[in-house]
T-cell receptor, first 114, second 113 residues
Framework: AQSVAQPEDQVNVAEGNPLTVKCTYS??????LFWYVQYPNRGLQFLLK??????LVKGSYGFEAEFNKSQTSFHLKKPSALVSDSALYFC????????????FGSGTRLLVRP | DAGITQSPRHKVTETGTPVTLRCHQT?????MYWYRQDPGHGLRLIHY???????DKGEVSDGYSVSRSKTEDFLLTLESATSSQTSVYFC????????????FGPGTRLLVL
């Protein structure tokens, strides 16, 4: 069965420092991978996705993610964190057995301190 | 929020009462989804629709039903609400499946007392 794991409940980083939010996945074939961000009392906003091609994917708000097939990872990164990046981040993988379904990780709360 | 509205945005109800949540889209997307969000679980799919009157169950469908009589509207009904259905409910849409991005509505916060 397909699954996705976000091993950290919370990530703390100082403003201006690089940030990484980790995601690992398990699928039986080629994965479709997504990152979403959720600000308080809002819906999920799409950040970026990997379907095929270049392993480094660039997305909204200066975020990027690196697909690593050998480590089955899709970590979210940003070179310089902003206080306004503080939010809840979700990694998701497309369920290849059911093309309609996204499987979400449990979420990682990012806290960027001034 | 990508032309998606949800109503109501907040609701408090009592155990055993029926509740209907509405999702409305202006994007004319074929696929619509209902998720629930609970701490420690991320988002879990309740039901989805792949066209008018075409729906199917997700991973946590027990106690929920859905209907889609028009492309733009997808209704989620709790036939007899229970406290375990206290959650935040999100609607999502996508143009197709496979690698297509799902876009989410603002959510409905439901409290069942």
């Amino acid at each position: 069965a397909q699954s996705v794991a976000q091993p950290e409940d919370q990530v703390n980083v100082a403003e201006g420092n690089p940030l990484t939010v980790k995601c690992t996945y398990s699928v039986s074939g080629n994965p479709y991978l997504f990152w979403y961000v959720q600000y308080p009392n809002r819906g999920l906003q799409f950040l970026l996705k990997y379907i095929t091609g270049d392993n480094l994917v660039k997305g909204s708000y200066g975020f990027e993610a690196e697909f690593n097939k050998s480590q089955t990872s899709f970590h979210l990164k940003k070179p310089s964190a902003l206080v306004s990046d503080s939010a809840l981040y979700f990694c998701a993988v497309r369920d290849l057995d059911s093309s309609y379904k996204l499987i979400f990780g449990s979420g990682t709360r990012l806290l960027v301190r001034p | 929020d990508a032309g998606i509205t949800q109503s109501p945005r907040h609701k408090v109800t009592e155990t055993g009462t029926p509740v209907t949540l509405r999702c409305h889209q202006t994007e004319n997307h074929r696929y619509m989804y209902w998720y629930r969000q609970d701490p420690g679980h991320g988002l879990r799919l309740i039901h989805y629709s792949y066209g008018v009157k075409d729906t199917d169950k997700g991973e946590v469908s027990d106690g929920y039903s859905v209907s889609r009589s028009k492309t733009e509207d997808f209704l989620l009904t709790l036939e007899s609400a229970t406290s375990s259905q206290t959650s935040v409910y999100f609607c999502a849409i996508s143009e197709s499946t496979a690698g297509e991005t799902q876009y989410f509505g603002p959510g409905t916060r439901l409290l069942v007392l």
